[in-house]
Each structure stands twice: as C-alpha cells, then as structure tokens.
C-alpha cells in the first residue's frame, strides 16, 4: 500500500486552511462586493489612486438586493383587487366557471354499502393458528424485550420458531398456479 510519508505536513490542509482565511476576511471586509449585473469600471478606466482612493467614503447600507445573487428580489407581480376579479370573464357569475371545482357530480342517488366480511367462525382453524403465530410473534418478542428482560433463551427461540413456522405454513397455502382468465382487478 502507498501510505504518504507522516513527516510530510498535508498540503491540502494548508490549501484549505488559506482558502477559509480568504473566505472569512472578505466576509469581515466592510465593503460590499460589486455585483456583476452593476456599472463595472471600463477596462481602460483605473480606478482612483492616491489620497482620495486612502480615505474612501463609508459605503451605502447595503440593501437586499445587493446580497440576491437569485434575483429574486425583483418587483411582485401585481395582485388584483377583489373588485377586478369580481369583474373578470368566467368568474360563476355570468355563467359557468372554468375551474376544476366548477361542474356538477353525476350521482345516481344510490349510496355505497360494503359487503360484510366472512365470518372467522368458519376458517380453517390451522389457518387461523398460523395466523395468530404469524402476528403473535413479533410482538410477543417486543413485549418480552420491554417487560420480560430476564426471559430464558427457550422461550425467545420458541417465539422465533413459531414466527417462522406459522409464516412458511401461510406461504405454502397460498395459490399454486394464477388463473388465466383472472386479472386480479376486482370490481
């Protein structure tokens, strides 16, 4: 493997360390950075030099806009009034709306009513066991992990086993073969 030497300090690190110095002393600079959309000086055109460019005047208070490099400091678009939307074509008044909400539901009158469930009474009770270890189990483990710490190994691995047993036993005793004409949609 190529390990760098340790005696080596890492350049990178100093690298970063110079470019967060950088970062933090134009963050602390009392001088607002000149936007790039702003009147840049012309390439020929030097800024001032000399005893006026040493004592330069204290800047503007900044404003948002000179901080929005999204531009989303732009002018809001225009809200109408109440009474101009009220005047506005197509608002229900004079007719029917356009909206998504503005039409009428074709309803026969006729509620839904569900059909009852089967009865639990008639399932095969090795279903209804396997079922109940299925279900039973995990949340036999979390009661005994939160009340029961103290529970012998056997009973952990009984709750286990029967998990997996009930589980593989529902597994097997679903359908084979899918039904040809069956596409599973069920009205």
Known sequence: MNRPDSDQPDQGANQDDSVWLDLVARLESDTVAIRPD???????????????????????QPTFRDFDPLGLAGTPPAEMSAAERQARPGNGADGPGEGPRDYD???????????????????????????????GGPVALLLSAMFWRSAPLLAIVGIVAVF???TVYLIMKLPQEKNGDDDGARV
């Open 38 to 60: 702003s009147a840049a000086p012309a390439p020929g055109e030097h800024l001032p030099t000399g005893p006026v460019a040493a004592a330069p005047e204290p800047p503007a």
């Open 105 to 135: 539901v074709d309803d026969d009158g006729e509620e839904f009513v569900p059909e009852e469930p089967p009865s639990l009474a008639g399932t095969d009770p090795l279903t209804m066991l396997a079922w109940l270890g299925a279900v």
């Open 164 to 166: 997996v047993l009930a």
